[in-house]
């Protein structure tokens, strides 16, 4: 069965500074891996998705994850952040069937200036 | 904006009564999906609607049942309401199993 880790429940950082969000899943079969944002009282918003292909998945709002298949690794980052990106991060994993998203607990970043 | 609707924001129920919850998705939305998200936690998939039918379904007991109409609507029913059933309820639409899924705003259910 498929399973996601989100290895932070919290990240503080300073604007502009850079930053990462980890996360690590556990599949058996082939993996489509995503990343979805949460602000508040609001839905989910899909970041980025790896499906196939290329290993560095560019996504919305200067948000980039690497998939790493050796370390089952699908890590967040950005290389600037600000304010507004202060939200609630999960990491998400397809079950097998495709019919459901298994989300992380997910991981609070608070950007402060 | 996800073209993805639901309804009520907020609801407040007595432990033991039923409850529905609405979600409204736009048109090629073939499938729904409900997921049941409690406070501090990632959501849980509760089940998948393609068609009109469900189409999968996670660890979630039966008194959680739900509808899809062909007007790309569905609904989530709750029965027996219980106070670990307090949580965000959200919705999602897609073209298809397995496609990307587009989320609702959600709704807040507290059990009291």
């Known amino acids: 069965a498929q399973s996601v880790t989100q290895l932070d429940s919290q990240v503080p950082v300073f604007e502009e500074a850079p930053v990462e969000l980890r996360c690590n899943y556990s599949s058996s079969v082939s993996v489509y891996l995503f990343w979805y944002v949460q602000y508040p009282n609001q839905g989910l918003q899909l970041l980025l998705k790896y499906l196939s292909g290329s290993t560095l998945v560019k996504g919305i709002n200067g948000f980039e994850a690497e998939f790493n298949k050796s370390q089952t690794s699908f890590h967040l980052r950005k290389p600037s952040v600000h304010i507004s990106d202060t939200a609630e991060y999960f990491c998400?994993?397809?079950?097998?069937?495709?019919?459901?998203?298994?989300f992380g607990k997910g991981t609070t970043l608070s950007v402060s200036s | 904006e996800t073209g993805v609707t639901q309804s009520p924001t907020h609801l407040i129920k007595t432990r033991g009564q039923q409850v529905t919850l609405r979600c409204s998705s736009q048109s090629g939305h073939n499938t729904v999906s409900w997921y049941q998200q409690a406070l501090g936690q990632g959501p849980q998939f509760i089940f998948q609607?393609?068609?009109?039918?469900?189409?999968g379904r996670g660890n979630f007991p039966p008194r959680f049942s739900g509808l899809q109409f062909p007007n790309y609507s569905s609904e989530l029913n709750v029965n027996a309401l219980e106070l670990d059933d307090s949580a965000l309820y959200l919705c999602?639409?897609?073209?298809?199993?397995?496609?990307?899924?587009?989320f609702g705003p959600g709704t807040r259910l507290t059990v009291l």
């Open positions: 999602a639409g897609g073209v298809g199993p397995g496609d990307e899924q587009f």
């Open positions: 609607y393609y068609r009109e039918e469900e189409n």
């Open positions: 998400a994993v397809a079950n097998q069937a495709g019919t459901a998203l298994i």
